[in-house]
C-alpha cells in the first residue's frame, strides 16, 4: 500500500493520476454492462503541494497520545496551510497528520478554508474528543458542532490512508436533546466546490459520516472505507450528498443507516449528474434517494456494485410534504446497471411514497404493505414525491426470508412512471408489490418466489411483462381492484396465471405470443378492452372455470399471421355473455374477423380472407418495345397480378405477380404484336379480374439515318432495331416520286442489295408504313 509521506512532492500528481485513470475504468464499466455511459468527470481541486504542514513539528506540537486535545495545534496548522504562497498556480497546502506516538490524535471542532488538504497519513487517527468534553466546545453549526466543518470553500481535500474516528459510542446512547443534537463527523456547507475525499477510513460518527448539504459542484469521493457496524449506531449516514457533477466509486461502505443517501429538505438544493461506480455495500441502507426529496434528484447513475448484507439495495423513500417536511420532490433519469446484491433483509428495489406513515406498522420498512392497504390511501392536498424513468438492468439479487424482493409504491395522484427492470433476477420470499405505476416494464427478468407465492401483486398497475424469446417462467399474478382503480396487463414472449381475476377485469389486457391462464372465474365486461396480435404460435386466455364474454377485442397482426383459426380463449366451466365487439384490425389486409363459439370450451375467432375489388381505369401505351400499363389504387392490396395472353378474351398464360406499386413496364414484347392484359388486386384474397385491354408495341416514328457499307458490287444497309418494321425504299437516277420497295426489308434492320454499274445514282429511304 503506498504511503503519503511529507517529502513526496507527487501526492497531488498522484491523487489527479489515479483520478485520470479510472475514466478507463468508467468506460469499460459502461462497456462490460451493456449501456452507453458517458461521464463528465468532476474537476479536483488545485491545491499547492509544496506547502507541507505536519502538526507534530514547532510551533503547532500535537501530541498523538490519546489524550492531549489538539484542537488548537490542528487549527493553526490550516490557517498556516490555507496561507501557503502561490506555487504554480497552486494556492494553500497540505495539514499532515503523522504517525506518532499512539498516532491518536484528540480533536475538537475544525473549520476547513479555501486550498486545503487535510493528510492522515497511515496508522494514524484523528479522533473527535469525548461526548463529555464535546458538549461544553463552543456551537458551530449544528447544536454540538461538527468535527471537521466548511463552508462555502474552493479546493479542499482529506486524504491519506489514516483514520478519522468520531468516537460515537456515547453520542449513540445519549438521549433527549443530546441524542438529538449529534453533530456530523465531516460537514461541507454552502457551495463547496472542487473537493476531493480519498483513500481515508471513517468510523463511528455521532452522526452522518460524511454531508454536503447545500449546492456543492465538482466532488468526488474514491478509495475510502467507511465502516460502522455497531447495532446502536442510528442514524449514521455513510455518505449524505447534495451537489451536481459528482463521482463516488472504488469505496466500502458500513453505515448505520443508509450507504449512501441522495436528496435534500430545501427545493432550490438540486442533486444531479451523479455517477456511483465499484463500490461494495455492507451494513446499512443501500444506496437511497431520500427520504428528504424536496430538492430534485436527476441524472443518477449506479453501476457496477456489489451490495452484501445490506438492509436494501436500490432505495427510493419520501411522503407528501405536510407539516412542512422537505419531502414532495421530483426524482427522475435514475439509472442502475449491473449490480450484484447478497443476503438483502428487507427489499432489493425498494420505490415508495409513504416513508413517514405507519400505515400496518411499515413506517420505514413496506415489507408488510398489502394491496388492500394501498388502496386505502386518501389522496394527498400537498406536493407529493414523483418517481419517473428509471431504468434497472442486469442485476442479480437474493432476499433473505421476510423482505419483498421490490415493491413500486407510488401516490395514487401521481404514479410512478416509466420503470424498466431488464435482465434483472431476484430470489425472494415474497411477491414484488406493484401499486400506482404507469409504464412497469418486466423485460426478460425473473422474480424467484416460492411455490404458491405470487410474482406480482398489483394495485393501480400498469405493467407489461416482455422477453426477447418465448418463457417458459410461469408469472403468477394477484392483487385487487377496487375504488375504480384497475389494472392493465401486456404480456409479450411470456406466460402468466392470475388469482384474483378482479385485478385485471378492468384490463386493457394485451397479449403477444403469450398464454395468460386465469385460475378462477373470468369476466369481460363492458368496458374491457383485449388486445390480441394474432400469429400462428400460441395466444390465449385459459379460463379455469366460467367465462363471461363482453367488452372489446383489438386485433393486430404478428409474423406470420394469415387466414385461419385463432384459439382466443378456452374455459372449463360456463360460457356465457356476447362475444367482443372487434375494434382496431389490421391494416392492408383484406380479412374478415367473426367469432366462433361453437366448440364447448373454446372461443375462436375465425379469420377469412376476402377478396379485393377489382382494380379500375386500367390502360395500356404501346411504344417501341414496351407497353406501359396503369391502374388505379384499390384500397387494403398489399399487391397486384398483372396477367397477358396474345388472344381477345384469354386465356392468359403469362403472369406478373406481387406487383407492389398500381403500374408496371412490360417490355417482354415485340413490336406490331398485339397483347391483350388484366390486372387482379390482392389483399389476402385475389380479386376478380379488371376489364381487358389491348395495346401493340410500335417502332419509333422519330427519322433515323441509313448506315451504308459498299464493298464486292453491294452494299450493306442497317439502320436502328427500333425501326424494324419500316420500310426500306429505292429509287434510281433521279430523286422524284417514283419508289419501289426493297423486298424483305419490312422486318429486318440490315439488308444487302447489288450495285448496277448502269445507275449513275441510288437514292435510299426508310418509311414508316
Known amino acids: 500500500m503506498f504511503e503519503m509521506k511529507p517529502s513526496d512532492a507527487k501526492i497531488m500528481?498522484?491523487?489527479?493520476?489515479?483520478?485520470?485513470?479510472?475514466?478507463?475504468?468508467?468506460?469499460?464499466?459502461?462497456?462490460?454492462?451493456?449501456?452507453?455511459l458517458v461521464v463528465a468527470l468532476p474537476a479536483l481541486p488545485n491545491i499547492n503541494t509544496n506547502n507541507?504542514?505536519?502538526?507534530?513539528?514547532?510551533?503547532?506540537?500535537?501530541?498523538?497520545?490519546?489524550?492531549?486535545?489538539?484542537?488548537?495545534?490542528?487549527?493553526?496548522?490550516?490557517?498556516?496551510?490555507?496561507?501557503?504562497?502561490?506555487?504554480?498556480?497552486?494556492?494553500?497546502?497540505?495539514?499532515?497528520?503523522?504517525?506518532?506516538?499512539?498516532?491518536?490524535?484528540?480533536?475538537?471542532?475544525?473549520?476547513?478554508?479555501?486550498?486545503?488538504?487535510?493528510?492522515?497519513?497511515?496508522?494514524?487517527?484523528?479522533?473527535?474528543?469525548?461526548?463529555?468534553v464535546w458538549t461544553g466546545l463552543p456551537a458551530q453549526n449544528q447544536t454540538y458542532g461538527n468535527l471537521i466543518y466548511a463552508s462555502g470553500a474552493t479546493n479542499l481535500e482529506i486524504s491519506g490512508f489514516g483514520t478519522i474516528d468520531g468516537n460515537g459510542a456515547d453520542w449513540w446512547a445519549s438521549s433527549g436533546s443530546i441524542y438529538s443534537g449529534r453533530p456530523y463527523m465531516i460537514f461541507f456547507n454552502g457551495n463547496c466546490k472542487r473537493v476531493l475525499i480519498q483513500n481515508t477510513t471513517f468510523q463511528n460518527p455521532p452522526k452522518m459520516h460524511i454531508v454536503f448539504k447545500g449546492s456543492d459542484n465538482?466532488?468526488?469521493?474514491?478509495?475510502?472505507?467507511?465502516?460502522?457496524?455497531?447495532?446502536?449506531?442510528?442514524?449514521?449516514?455513510?455518505?449524505?450528498?447534495?451537489?451536481?457533477n459528482c463521482l463516488i466509486q472504488n469505496c466500502t461502505i458500513n453505515a448505520g443507516d443508509d450507504n449512501i443517501a441522495l436528496g435534500s429538505s430545501t427545493p432550490s438544493a438540486i442533486s444531479k449528474d451523479i455517477l456511483v461506480t465499484n463500490c461494495t455495500f455492507g451494513v446499512g441502507h443501500g444506496v437511497s434517494i431520500g427520504s428528504n426529496t424536496a430538492g430534485a434528484v436527476s441524472n443518477l447513475t449506479?453501476?457496477?456494485?456489489?451490495f452484501v448484507g445490506t438492509d436494501y439495495g436500490i432505495r427510493m423513500k419520501s411522503n407528501d410534504a405536510s407539516g412542512g417536511s422537505g419531502n414532495g420532490g421530483i426524482a427522475q433519469n435514475l439509472n442502475y446497471y449491473d449490480?450484484?446484491?447478497?443476503?438483502?433483509?428487507?427489499?432489493?428495489?425498494?420505490?415508495?411514497?409513504?416513508?413517514?406513515?405507519?400505515?400496518?406498522?411499515i413506517y420505514g420498512t413496506p415489507t408488510t404493505v398489502t394491496p388492500f392497504i394501498a388502496s386505502t390511501q386518501a389522496v394527498a392536498a400537498t406536493t407529493v414525491p414523483i418517481w419517473r424513468d428509471v431504468t434497472i438492468s442486469n442485476v442479480n439479487a437474493t432476499v433473505l426470508s421476510g423482505g419483498v424482493p421490490g415493491i413500486i409504491w407510488a401516490r395514487m395522484e401521481v404514479p410512478a412512471s416509466n420503470i424498466l427492470l431488464s435482465h434483472v433476477k431476484i430470489t425472494a420470499s415474497k411477491a414484488f408489490d406493484v401499486y400506482s405505476a404507469r409504464g412497469f416494464q418486466f423485460a426478460d427478468s425473473t422474480n424467484i418466489v416460492p411455490a404458491g407465492t405470487p410474482t406480482f401483486l398489483l394495485y393501480n398497475a400498469d405493467i407489461t411483462i416482455t422477453n426477447t424469446t418465448l418463457s417458459t417462467n410461469l408469472v403468477t399474478l394477484d392483487g385487487l381492484t377496487t375504488n375504480g382503480y384497475g389494472n392493465s396487463l401486456a404480456l409479450y414472449n411470456a406466460q402468466a396465471s392470475l388469482k384474483n381475476t378482479n385485478a385485471i377485469d378492468d384490463g386493457p389486457l394485451t397479449l403477444a405470443d403469450s398464454l395468460f391462464t386465469v385460475?378462477?372465474?373470468?369476466?369481460?365486461?363492458?368496458?374491457?378492452?383485449v388486445n390480441f396480435s394474432l400469429d400462428p404460435n400460441t395466444n390465449r386466455v385459459a379460463v379455469i372455470g366460467n367465462l363471461a364474454l363482453g367488452g372489446t377485442a383489438n386485433l393486430t397482426n404478428g409474423p406470420g399471421f394469415a387466414a385461419g383459426t385463432n384459439v382466443l380463449l378456452t374455459y372449463?366451466?360456463?360460457?356465457?355473455?356476447?362475444?367482443?365487439?372487434?375494434?382496431?384490425?389490421?391494416?392492408?389486409?383484406?380479412?374478415?374477423?367473426n367469432w366462433d363459439i361453437s366448440t364447448p370450451g373454446q372461443v375462436k375467432l375465425i379469420v377469412t380472407a376476402s377478396a379485393p375489388s377489382a382494380p379500375t381505369n386500367f390502360t395500356a401505351l404501346g411504344t417501341n418495345l414496351l407497353i406501359l400499363l396503369n391502374w388505379n389504387t384499390v384500397s387494403g392490396a398489399t399487391s397486384y397480378n398483372l396477367k397477358r395472353g396474345t388472344d381477345n378474351g384469354g386465356p392468359y398464360p403469362a403472369i406478373f405477380s406481387g406487383i407492389s406499386t398500381n403500374n408496371y413496364a412490360d417490355a417482354a414484347v415485340t413490336n406490331g404484336v398485339t397483347y391483350y392484359y388484366v390486372v387482379t388486386a390482392v389483399a389476402g384474397g385475389e380479386s376478380p379480374n379488371s376489364l381487358q385491354v389491348s395495346a401493340a408495341p410500335l417502332p419509333s416514328l422519330t427519322p433515323t439515318n441509313i448506315l451504308v457499307q459498299p464493298g464486292s458490287g453491294q452494299l450493306q444497309l442497317s439502320w436502328p432495331q427500333d425501326h424494324?418494321?419500316?420500310?426500306?425504299?429505292?429509287?434510281?437516277?433521279?430523286?422524284g416520286t417514283n419508289w419501289t420497295a426493297v423486298p424483305g426489308s419490312t422486318n429486318n434492320s440490315q439488308i444487302v442489295i447489288p450495285i448496277d454499274p448502269a445507275n449513275r445514282s441510288v437514292f435510299l429511304r426508310l418509311m414508316y408504313h
Open 572 to 593: 372449463t366451466g360456463t360460457l356465457s355473455g356476447t362475444p367482443p365487439t372487434i375494434g382496431a384490425t389490421p391494416t392492408g389486409f383484406g380479412y374478415t374477423y
Open 519 to 529: 385460475s378462477n372465474d373470468f369476466m369481460l365486461f363492458p368496458g374491457t378492452v
Open 13 to 36: 500528481k498522484l491523487a489527479n493520476r489515479f483520478h485520470s485513470f479510472n475514466r478507463f475504468i468508467l468506460a469499460a464499466a459502461g462497456y462490460w454492462a451493456g449501456v452507453n
Open 302 to 306: 449506479v453501476i457496477h456494485c456489489h
Open 724 to 735: 424494324l418494321g419500316w420500310l426500306l425504299q429505292i429509287q434510281t437516277n433521279n430523286l
Open 339 to 361: 449490480l450484484d446484491m447478497t443476503n438483502i433483509v428487507d427489499g432489493a428495489i425498494v420505490i415508495y411514497s409513504y416513508y413517514d406513515s405507519t400505515l400496518g406498522g
Open 218 to 244: 465538482d466532488i468526488t469521493i474514491q478509495g475510502i472505507t467507511i465502516n460502522t457496524t455497531a447495532a446502536n449506531a442510528a442514524n449514521t449516514d455513510g455518505i449524505d450528498l447534495v451537489g451536481t
Open 52 to 132: 507541507i504542514i505536519t502538526i507534530t513539528n514547532s510551533p503547532y506540537n500535537a501530541v498523538g497520545d490519546g489524550a492531549t486535545d489538539n484542537t488548537l495545534a490542528i487549527s493553526n496548522a490550516i490557517v498556516a496551510a490555507a496561507a501557503g504562497g502561490n506555487t504554480n498556480g497552486q494556492f494553500g497546502g497540505t495539514v499532515r497528520i503523522p504517525k506518532s506516538g499512539t498516532s491518536i490524535f484528540l480533536c475538537g471542532p475544525l473549520t476547513l478554508k479555501n486550498n486545503l488538504n487535510i493528510q492522515i497519513d497511515t496508522n494514524a487517527t484523528l479522533k473527535m474528543e469525548p461526548l463529555s
